[in-house]
């Protein structure tokens, strides 16, 4: 993904023009566009483009880099809670899923979300096997204070891991354990809540605030319309983010068993009750209102929750190995087990993601070799940050379509606020309610339609403006004379 070098599109390309513009206590701040992000993310990205340039490469290193690091990371952790046998069954779907694989090439944090999941579960495992030492108790406070400069998702893991340890400690009658692992919760989560009050709810986007009910979890279904949020919201989160296409009954069913099979195991339960407390915390949060999981319409957003794909692979990876075992190590069973949990998997990563981009780059380069003195740019509202981002340093004058009402009349009414002769230049992006037939119905009427341009995801429409109304205007003075 990262060598793919994607264009810029909506909201990245409206984060990357923070970080363009802004300096470094700007980013501190509330951003512009509505957009929210990570402080430590955000100043992150802004030394690196300083140090390379602001180009797409230097943009999506860092979620490279992190998504990289997440995965290696995985599979020590899936050897360690796994073992050798088991781990495979974790990170075999873990390298394949889509959705962690297309955030690598994209420049947002959610592959912070990833990898700081991972290391936050990496030390809190370590904090059990090494029995409670001050030194592991001192690694999780360091990691978890570091952890939530990086990404705002994390905190679920950090509190769940935290309140796991605690648990752990508290039903193993370890008194001492349970004092040293509260406190060091407790220093994290305080320090999260200055970062919030300080920075997070100052600069927060729309995309929490503006989640409708329909949204967020119903912790207990008590209606209809409720266990049906949770069938289909679980139907698609085994689609996006896991990354499991097709049958995917022997993932949901590992999943089951895992979690009963690692609950029910003495030797297992400590682990996993640290590993899947962030689980309840994020249902919580959902269940209060403050984190929504859907759209709305029971699609997953599966950006708010990837985090939270390798503890579910690890559970998945559990109940499939407790499976085989039941089946018989050396039967045609426990193989068609395992079949059916990797080839969902490795159907759903060369399938890839959902979102295929917007190549909003070759677009502008192609709009500025052909733009000629006195022509007129207009640029759809949802091309409007990736057009700002690649003209930042040309002088080229453009007419910013304002968001569309539904029905066609207001955006071929917006459309002549550039004019009614000369050549005309119609940049459009992130159009997926038939703007783009309704664009080119309004042009035909306005003028002659020359071209139109196609790139991936993205359309350029060049017009000649005036053409069609001045022979229809000499067509009826025409007639009045005759």
């Known amino acids: 993904m990262y060598l793919e070098n994607r264009s810029l599109w909506l909201d990245p390309a409206m984060l990357a023009l923070n970080v363009v513009n802004k300096d470094a206590s700007e980013l501190l701040g509330r951003l512009d566009m509505n957009q929210a992000a990570p402080p430590g993310f955000l100043l992150a990205a802004k030394a690196v483009g300083s140090l390379f340039g602001y180009s797409e490469y230097s943009l999506y290193v860092l979620p490279c880099l992190f998504g990289i690091a997440a995965f290696l990371l995985f599979i020590r952790l899936s050897i360690a809670v796994l073992g050798s046998l088991g781990a495979p069954l974790a990170f075999v779907p873990m390298a394949t899923c889509s959705t962690a694989i297309f955030y690598c090439g994209e420049f947002r944090p959610q592959s912070a979300d990833l990898f700081l999941t991972v290391l936050v579960l990496t030390v809190a495992?370590?904090?059990?096997?090494?029995?409670?030492?001050?030194?592991?108790?001192?690694a999780f406070v360091t990691v978890g204070i570091v952890a939530v400069w990086f990404s705002?998702?994390?905190?679920?893991?950090?509190?769940?891991?935290?309140?796991?340890?605690?648990?752990?400690?508290?039903?193993?009658?370890?008194?001492?354990?349970?004092?040293?692992?509260?406190?060091?919760v407790a220093i994290v989560?305080?320090?999260f809540l200055l970062l919030y009050l300080l920075h997070i709810r100052p600069s927060i986007g729309s995309d929490l605030y503006a989640a409708n009910s329909a949204a967020f979890a119903p912790v207990v279904p008590t209606a209809k319309s409720q266990l049906w949020w949770w069938i289909l919201a679980v139907t698609g989160y085994f689609h996006y983010p896991l990354g499991f296409?097709?049958?995917?009954?022997?993932?949901?069913?590992?999943?089951l068993t895992g979690v009963v099979a690692s609950l029910a195991s003495r030797k297992s339960a400590p682990i996993a009750a640290?590993?899947?407390?962030?689980?309840?915390?994020?249902?919580?949060?959902?269940?209060?209102?403050?984190?929504?999981?859907t759209t709305g319409i029971h699609e997953v957003r599966a950006r708010f929750v990837l985090?939270?794909?390798?503890?579910?692979l690890l559970f998945v990876a559990r109940g499939t190995s407790w499976l085989c075992r039941l089946a018989g190590k050396k039967t045609i069973f426990s193989w068609l087990i395992v079949a059916f949990l990797v080839l969902p998997s490795l159907v759903g990563?060369?399938?890839?993601?959902?979102?295929?981009?917007?190549?909003?780059?070759p677009l502008t380069r192609h709009l500025l070799d052909n733009l000629q003195p006195g022509d007129t740019v207009y640029v759809f509202s949802g091309a409007v940050p990736a057009f700002?981002?690649?003209?930042?340093?040309?002088?080229?004058?453009?007419?910013?379509?304002?968001?569309?009402?539904?029905?066609?009349?207001?955006?071929?009414?917006?459309?002549?606020?550039a004019g009614d002769s000369g050549r005309l230049w119609v940049v459009v992006s992130h159009a997926y309610n038939g703007e783009r037939r309704i664009i080119r119905k309004a042009l035909s009427g306005m003028g002659r339609l020359e071209g139109v341009h196609r790139f991936p995801g993205a359309v350029l429409f060049d017009c000649q403006l005036g053409d069609r109304a001045s022979r229809r205007r000499e067509e009826r003075a025409r007639v009045g004379v005759s």
């Open 274 to 293: 640290v590993v899947g407390m962030p689980m309840v915390a994020l249902f919580v949060a959902s269940g209060l209102g403050t984190y929504p999981i």
């Open 189 to 191: 989560m305080l320090h």
């Open 245 to 255: 296409r097709g049958f995917i009954f022997v993932p949901l069913v590992g999943l």
């Open 349 to 361: 990563g060369l399938a890839g993601p959902r979102f295929r981009g917007q190549e909003m780059r």
């Open 307 to 312: 985090f939270t794909v390798p503890i579910t």
């Open 388 to 417: 700002r981002y690649y003209t930042r340093n040309e002088s080229i004058e453009a007419v910013y379509g304002r968001r569309p009402r539904p029905g066609s009349l207001d955006l071929a009414d917006d459309l002549r606020r």
């Open 125 to 138: 495992h370590a904090v059990l096997t090494n029995e409670w030492k001050m030194p592991s108790i001192a």
């Open 152 to 184: 705002y998702a994390v905190v679920f893991v950090v509190a769940g891991t935290g309140s796991g340890l605690m648990l752990v400690a508290l039903i193993s009658g370890k008194p001492r354990s349970f004092r040293r692992i509260t406190v060091a």
